[in-house]
């Protein structure tokens, strides 16, 4: 069974930074997609980044853009987020979650097409 399990989250004041990291075995799989979400409280689920297993061209928000590096270590089964630059609207539960093969595009940012998730870690950042 598949499992993604988040970590790193925190809390941190503007400007500041964090890496986010999630492990899985879904890493072994080379068509796979795996993609971080947040969701701020009374807000949908949105996508921030996403990367195919294979590192292939990262697909970003345009709100994360040049502030957020998606990269992934297939040794220790782990996708990273590394997010600088924090503002206080990056503020919520970040998740990982998995997809099966999409085109690469801006469907990567949409989870309703991600069929595993993990639980999350809670980032917070205040001005």
């Known amino acids: 069974q598949v499992h993604l399990v988040e970590s790193g989250g925190g809390s941190v004041q503007t400007g500041g930074s964090l890496r986010l990291s999630c492990t899985t075995s879904v890493l072994s799989d080379s068509t796979y997609i795996i993609g971080w979400f947040r969701q701020a409280p009374g807000k949908e689920r949105e996508g921030v980044a996403a990367?195919?297993?294979?590192?292939?061209?990262?697909y970003y928000a345009d709100s994360v853009k040049g502030r957020f590096t998606i990269s992934l270590d297939k040794s220790k089964n782990t996708v990273y987020l590394q997010m600088n630059l924090l503002k206080p609207e990056d503020t919520g539960m970040y998740y990982c979650a998995g997809a099966p093969p999409l085109a690469y595009g801006r469907r990567w940012l949409g989870p309703v097409d991600y069929n595993i998730w993990g639980q999350g870690t809670q980032v917070t950042v205040s001005s």
């Open positions: 990367i195919r297993t294979t590192a292939v061209t990262p």
